[in-house]
């Protein structure tokens, strides 16, 4: 779906509020009612943007407002130069006056995809490496969340950065879906669950980014990653606090939070 010239408009007003590092009020333009409509900003803000992206985040969609936007996941970019290796222990930017949260996420390597169908068990031949990780949500428009998946899908999906933690060793065999994933901030637990209530689980994000992005006509490239979905809930965080994800009780990943 191409832009229309009030979608342009909102793409660049978000792109405006977020290299300004300025918070919005309210939101720029009429706010999109689709999911269509919310691709259409988010592609014309790519390309607005200008910067390489290194991976896609997935989010899930309530399932009450499934059968209204008509699938239970949405997607937005995440630029190359925001994805942090765990080892440098990073210190990730939010918009203080708008939303930021931190998500305990898998994180999928995708190798060659090439042209192939494929399915929630085959998509597994086209993952290079799976790692452990961080998603860091935030938008100059701190309601973004509370109007529906396509004011979120349209501003990158709500996204400011990812952290790559370390890789799950033997992943191809592992039982990923049981995994048991704690979230804590400032060392006070914030949620702890499994991959189990994750839909289809994190092979089935990379499955639905794959049929999204051919849809919208975007290439996937080797070594594009992509944020899996948030496992034991989006945890709103303030700067100078410090968030960490434990997968299956031993396996570390951390940042700290600062604002623009």
């Known amino acids: ?6 979608q342009e408009n909102i793409a660049r007003a978000l792109i405006d509020a977020r290299g300004r590092k300025t918070p919005l009020t309210a939101y720029p ?12 900003i988010q592609d014309s803000a790519i390309a607005l943007d200008g910067r390489r992206i290194g991976g896609w985040k997935v989010g899930r969609i309530a399932p009450e407002l499934v059968t209204r936007y008509g699938g239970n996941r949405l997607t937005g970019p995440i630029f190359a130069d925001e994805i942090v290796g765990a080892a440098e222990q990073p210190v990730m930017p939010v918009y ?3 939303f930021a949260a931190a998500e305990a996420e898998v994180l999928l390597c995708f190798g060659e995809v090439g042209t192939r169908d494929y399915d929630i068990d085959s998509v597994k031949h086209c993952i290079a490496d799976v790692r452990t990780g961080i998603e860091i949500a935030s938008s100059p428009f701190p309601e973004i969340n509370r109007h529906g998946p396509a004011v979120t899908a349209s501003d990158y999906g709500n996204n400011k950065g990812l952290i790559l933690g370390p890789p799950i060793a033997g992943w191809e065999d592992a039982d990923l ?9 400032d060392g006070e637990t914030v949620g702890t669950a499994t991959m189990e209530a994750m839909l289809d689980g994190p092979f089935g994000s990379a499955l639905f980014l794959i049929r999204i992005l051919r ?18 809930g989006i945890h709103e965080i303030r700067p100078s606090q410090r968030a960490e994800a434990i ?13 623009f």
Do not use: N
Request: charged fraction near 15%.
């Open 29 to 40: 333009g009429a706010m999109p009612q689709t999911m269509a409509e919310a691709y259409a």
């Open 215 to 232: 849809a919208r006509g975007i290439a996937i490239p080797p070594g594009t990653w992509v944020s899996a979905g948030a496992i034991t």
């Open 1 to 6: 779906m191409l832009a229309t010239s009030d």
């Open 177 to 185: 879906i049981r995994m048991p994933v704690e979230m804590t901030i």
């Open 96 to 98: 203080a006056d708008g």
């Open 247 to 259: 997968f299956d009780g031993k396996i570390r990943v951390g940042c700290s939070i600062r604002s």
